[in-house]
């Protein structure tokens, strides 16, 4: 048995009564969280103690959309300025030419941001495997960086021979893809409490993979329990093609290949009406809201006032390292509280019209970030410090020169309103990932130049 104590810290839970314990503590053991309260409260003796006095501490933070490969191609300048289509036309030759050990290095990398912004838990979607790349590449690399890791194992299977966006060279055959779907599944998917490690079935998206390799996925998916992701909805492009090539719209496609339930989520869903929202509040779906990405592509703004208003599901998600160009899931909390305020002056919203009506406020920003992205995911051990939960967690030092005078008048929205920066600890399952400010499971300096040495092979082949 190992036990920690974290004590004398200001304590946000996110449970459901949205306690906040000005100087409180954790007691763990073994990885779950055993006792939270007031420090009088809590045993004072563990395994290891640590005096958080002057931090913050909140739950992990829950990524819902990444891309992990997509840190070796940012900020290429062929892609600086390009909508999703074109984009992604730029991009895939390139992607073309990752390795095995390019999977291995970028999810190292991703990861180690995501830990360094407070992220405990992400869900990643490779869908595309050239070179001998598999999924049990990003499984190894992500094991031992210490994050928990849902794997999705994506696909494309309809190329432009065949009416798709993606080059024929970056696809592959639907015999292939279901056969190394259940292969993953049966090797890796850890569905109890606490689990490092869940496969997902993710075909990428509408126009690169066909109506019956989506069937046969929620087939399979359902058949071992296990959850769907796919984009959806992310651009006026897209919606355009399902019209054209389908004769539906995103959401409508997704109900007729029976892509609607609680064990899905979608990426993106910008482009949805009042009542598509209905659909996927009806049928529980969740949806990864990406709004740095959004902004990026200059695809649009997703409504996620709606959606929460309708009862949908909603996460955040940092999304593919090329569409975002970084994977700080902290900065992503912010983005999302004044992206909401942005759409809200862009639809004719004020306060002096609607005294009743709220502008997005930052703990229902952090609210997304972490019990948001833990019901998307369809997982009830994380997202909120509680007895039986797992201990993940994050802390912020408050008496530094970024948070002075912020932190003082209100430590929690401090963290969301005043710039982002890297944490001072992350910790997944009561084990340190970060600790004061520096990576602990890897060396960052070692893997910063691994990673641009990858970075430049791929650009100079």
């Given at each position: 048995?190992?036990?920690?104590?974290?004590?004398?810290?200001?304590i946000?839970?996110?449970?459901?009564?949205?306690?906040?314990i000005?100087?409180?503590?954790?007691?763990?053991?073994n990885?779950?969280?055993?006792?939270?309260?007031?420090?009088?409260?809590?045993?004072?003796?563990?395994d290891?103690?640590?005096?958080?006095?002057?931090?913050?501490?909140?739950p992990?933070?829950?990524?819902?959309?990444?891309?992990f490969?997509?840190?070796?191609?940012?900020?290429?300048?062929?892609?600086?300025?390009?909508?999703l289509?074109?984009?992604?036309?730029?991009?895939?030759?390139?992607?073309?030419?990752?390795?095995?050990?390019?999977?291995?290095?970028?999810?190292?990398t991703a990861l180690?941001?995501?830990?360094?912004?407070g992220?405990?838990?992400?869900?990643?979607?490779?869908?595309?495997?050239?070179?001998?790349?598999?999924?049990?590449?990003?499984?190894?690399?992500?094991?031992?960086?210490?994050?928990?890791l849902?794997?999705?194992?994506?696909?494309?299977?309809?190329?432009?021979?065949?009416?798709?966006?993606?080059?024929?060279?970056?696809?592959?055959?639907?015999d292939?893809?279901?056969?190394?779907?259940?292969?993953?599944?049966?090797?890796?998917?850890?569905?109890?409490?606490g689990?490092?490690?869940?496969i997902v079935?993710?075909?990428?998206s509408?126009?690169s993979?066909?109506?019956?390799?989506m069937?046969?996925?929620?087939?399979?998916?359902?058949?071992?329990?296990?959850?769907?992701h796919?984009?959806?909805?992310?651009?006026?492009?897209?919606?355009?093609?399902?019209?054209?090539?389908?004769?539906?719209?995103?959401?409508?496609?997704?109900?007729?290949?029976?892509?609607?339930?609680?064990?899905?989520?979608?990426?993106?869903?910008?482009?949805v009406?009042?009542?598509?929202?209905?659909?996927?509040?009806?049928?529980?779906?969740?949806?990864?809201?990406?709004?740095?990405?959004?902004?990026?592509?200059?695809?649009?703004?997703?409504?996620?006032?709606?959606?929460l208003?309708a009862?949908v599901?909603?996460?955040?998600?940092?999304?593919?390292?090329?569409?975002n160009?970084?994977?700080?899931?902290?900065?992503?909390v912010?983005?999302?509280?004044?992206?909401?305020?942005?759409?809200?002056?862009?639809?004719?919203?004020?306060?002096?019209?609607?005294?009743?009506?709220?502008?997005?406020?930052?703990?229902?920003?952090?609210?997304l970030?972490?019990?948001?992205?833990?019901?998307?995911?369809?997982?009830?051990?994380?997202?909120?410090?509680?007895?039986?939960?797992c201990?993940?967690f994050?802390?912020?030092?408050?008496n530094t020169?970024?948070?002075?005078?912020?932190?003082?008048?209100?430590?929690?929205?401090?963290?969301?309103?005043?710039?982002?920066?890297?944490?001072?600890y992350?910790?997944v399952?009561?084990?340190?990932?970060?600790?004061?400010?520096?990576l602990?499971?890897?060396?960052?300096?070692?893997?910063?130049?691994?990673?641009?040495?990858?970075?430049?092979?791929?650009?100079?082949?």
């Open positions: 048995m190992t036990t920690l104590l974290i004590k004398n810290a200001y946000v839970t996110m449970d459901d009564r949205q306690t906040e000005p100087n409180g503590g954790l007691f763990i053991r990885g779950f969280i055993e006792a939270v309260g007031p420090v009088f409260d809590l045993p004072s003796v563990a290891e103690v640590l005096d958080l006095s002057g931090y913050v501490v909140l992990g933070l829950v990524n819902t959309h990444h891309h490969y997509q840190t070796l191609t940012r900020n290429l300048p062929a892609a600086q300025d390009a909508n289509f074109h984009w992604l036309k730029t991009l895939y030759p390139i992607w073309a030419r990752l390795t095995p050990e390019d999977i291995f290095t970028s999810t190292q180690a941001e995501l830990a360094l912004s992220c405990t838990t992400a869900s990643d979607h490779l869908y595309l495997f050239p070179n001998g790349s598999k999924l049990d590449d990003e499984i190894e690399a992500g094991r031992l960086v210490g994050v928990r849902h794997a999705s194992r994506g696909s494309m299977s309809l190329g432009e021979s065949k009416g798709g966006l993606p080059p024929d060279s970056v696809t592959d055959s639907e292939r893809i279901l056969a190394d779907s259940e292969r993953l599944i049966q090797r890796y998917h850890d569905p109890n409490p689990s490092m490690t869940q079935l993710a075909p990428c509408p126009f993979v066909t109506g019956d390799l069937r046969q996925s929620a087939s399979l998916a359902r058949q071992y329990g296990v959850h769907l796919t984009h959806l909805a992310e651009t006026e492009d897209e919606e355009q093609f399902c019209l054209q090539k389908f004769g539906y719209r995103p959401v409508g496609y997704m109900q007729s290949l029976d892509w609607v339930g609680d064990d899905v989520w979608f990426a993106h869903s910008v482009y009406n009042a009542e598509e929202i209905k659909v996927f509040a009806r049928h529980q779906c969740g949806v990864a809201h990406c709004p740095t990405s959004n902004m990026r592509l200059a695809s649009g703004i997703a409504p996620v006032r709606e959606y208003a009862g599901k909603v996460g955040l998600g940092v999304d593919g390292s090329a569409s160009d970084g994977s700080h899931l902290l900065a992503e912010r983005q999302a509280m004044l992206l909401s305020r942005v759409r809200e002056g862009i639809t004719g919203f004020s306060l002096s019209n609607d005294p009743t009506r709220k502008l997005m406020t930052a703990r229902q920003a952090l609210w970030g972490t019990r948001g992205g833990a019901a998307v995911l369809g997982r009830s051990d994380i997202g909120s410090l509680e007895v039986g939960k201990a993940d994050f802390a912020i030092n408050l020169l970024d948070l002075a005078g912020g932190a003082v008048h209100d430590p929690v929205a401090a963290v969301v309103f005043c710039q982002p920066r890297r944490v001072d992350t910790v399952g009561g084990r340190f990932i970060v600790k004061q400010g520096q602990v499971t890897l060396d960052e300096q070692e893997l910063a130049e691994r990673h641009n040495r990858a970075a430049r092979r791929l650009i100079a082949a």
